[in-house]
């Protein structure tokens, strides 16, 4: 039997490389330091679009246009094969902030991308409870979102009844190599030996990179989250304004998000994040004053200096492979990422020109 393929790295990214890899009749490992899908995957809002498109390199596009589409099947084979539905939903992004109405319904247009620009009466005929500071939003109708927990404990089964192998509380320490090809993956309980492996460890990658060489400018972001619960939701849109959001979920909650912190690994909740949080929920929406607070949580978004991951293998060590570097959009560029990284490890023709996500772009 073919040696396996080794996914360091449980979440979001890391599940669906798993998913290609064996869909593609590969036998497959996950080995994951704590319990699969707990890390910045379970953390996020699960809003299927980069939150401002406009603002980033114009590579991200087509890896999150393969991706939306991709998703509604998915998920419905996901919730068809095992039971449980990560909930995607076309709900709509309304965007609050007036400077971005007329950039993003630009941008929008020239991409093919459904967009409306409304004005006050428009946003009002829509989302009577918003109060809207500005003359004009920006709707983008299109944008769905999904229940990320429960995406990530489908996958979970999707891929134990397809075969794969998850080893949970593993930590991966580092990579043995012998005449520029992978030999062996390090472990805290001993070395396994190995020639196919990718690493989709988040921000942790950048340290397991640079022990082989390769410094990625990688780093932990703190993205600080909360849950409302209070009744019905009184809006129907994902809503966004000066880069905080509101999630209206099916069965009746709100998520708010997120913060943007420097703090290195720290996972600590903070007073005056869920302060600035619930300031911009109710500055959004002020009826939701009346909410409380169910939850508050922290995760730790795997930075990169302009947003575009890093997928590709090792510009020196034959067999192993990276895909990581998402930063905020790791839920909405996953299954293109995860199909790409499947297509370089198998030799197949790329979904989309790999250099633009070398290890060693410029």
């Not at 400077?99 to 989302?127: I, K, M, P």
């Not at 809503?239 to 998000?257: A, F, H, M, N």
Request: proline letters at 7%; a neutral charge; charged letters at 20%.
């Amino acid at each position: 039997m073919d040696a396996p393929w080794y996914i360091v790295g449980g979440g979001i990214i890391g599940l669906l490389s798993a998913y290609e890899l064996a869909a593609s009749g590969e036998r497959v490992v996950i080995l994951d330091r704590q319990t699969v899908g707990r890390e910045a995957s379970w953390a996020g809002g699960g809003i299927l679009s980069p939150l401002y498109p406009w603002r980033y390199p114009e590579v991200i596009d087509p890896l999150a246009r393969w991706s939306q589409t991709y998703y509604p099947r998915l998920t419905e084979m996901l919730r068809t094969e095992t039971g449980i539905d990560p909930e995607w939903r076309r709900c709509g992004l309304l965007i609050l902030d007036a400077e971005d109405s007329a950039t993003g319904l630009a941008w929008s247009t020239a991409h093919g991308l459904s967009a409306e620009r409304l004005d006050r009466s428009q946003v009002s005929a829509v989302e009577p409870r918003l109060q809207l500071r500005s003359d004009a939003a920006l709707r983008l109708p299109e944008v769905a979102q999904v229940r990320n927990p429960r995406l990530l404990q489908a996958l979970k089964r999707q891929l134990q009844a397809m075969g794969v192998e998850l080893r949970e509380n593993v930590t991966v320490t580092g990579f043995d190599s012998v005449s520029q090809h992978l030999v062996g993956i390090r472990t805290n309980g001993g070395t396994l030996p190995a020639d196919r492996c990718v690493l989709a460890a988040g921000p942790w990658s950048a340290t397991l990179l640079s022990a082989v060489g390769l410094d990625l400018p990688l780093r932990p972001v703190r993205g600080q989250m909360l849950v409302l619960k209070g009744g019905i939701p009184p809006f129907s849109h994902i809503l966004l304004r000066e880069s905080r959001y509101l999630i209206p979920r099916s069965d009746g909650q709100i998520l708010v998000g997120s913060t943007q912190e420097e703090e290195g690994f720290d996972k600590s909740i903070t007073p005056d994040a869920r302060a600035l949080l619930l300031a911009a929920a109710h500055s959004m929406v002020p009826g939701l004053g009346d909410w409380h607070v169910e939850h508050h949580w922290a995760g730790l978004r795997p930075g990169s200096p302009d947003g575009v991951p890093y997928i590709g293998q090792h510009p020196e060590i034959r067999g192993l492979y990276v895909n990581t570097g998402h930063f905020r959009n790791g839920i909405v560029l996953a299954p293109a990422s995860a199909r790409l990284i499947a297509d370089l490890a198998l030799s197949r023709r790329p979904l989309l020109d790999p250099d633009q996500f070398s290890l060693t772009r410029m």
